[in-house]
């Protein structure tokens, strides 16, 4: 996997995820939603997931797809609790 998760932050499994009937990927970070994903990217990720190693793999998959959502202003996860 490289050096993509210096400071190891997917450890603590940021991201979840929950697939529908019709196999839309509903992404969470910290329990808020933050991506939608729908027709063939949906089954493109779906296919890595199911490839995916162990967690921290998926992990990166989703960190990954749902690209640069965060801007420095978000709370810290304590908020969210």
Known sequence: M??????????????TY????NNTIFIDWYGKQVKIIKGKEAEKLLTKITQAENEKEIQLLLAKVTG???RGNEKSKSYYD
Do not use: T
Request: a positive charge; proline letters at 0%; hydrophobic letters at 30%.
């Open 2 to 15: 490289g050096n993509f998760d210096k400071r190891n932050r997917l450890e603590d499994e940021v991201f």
């Open 18 to 21: 929950r697939i529908s009937k």
């Open 68 to 70: 640069n959502f965060k």
